[in-house]
């Protein structure tokens, strides 16, 4: 199952899409935050078929 996205931040979602285009890749690769996907065909799509380039684990820091 792709990372639900709900820590990804808008701001670091634009970043990775500019860093990405900077690349000159001759591909579109879309970046998108999993949560804020409505198309319910699309994902069901990404959840049988995904391939994630990039994840981010949640850091828990313990707190007294």
Known sequence: MPASGEDLMIELQFRIETDLDGLLLPYYIDVS?????TNKELLRHID???VSIYTIKKMIEDTP
């Open 48 to 50: 049988q078929d995904d």
């Open 33 to 37: 935050i999993y949560n804020d996907i």
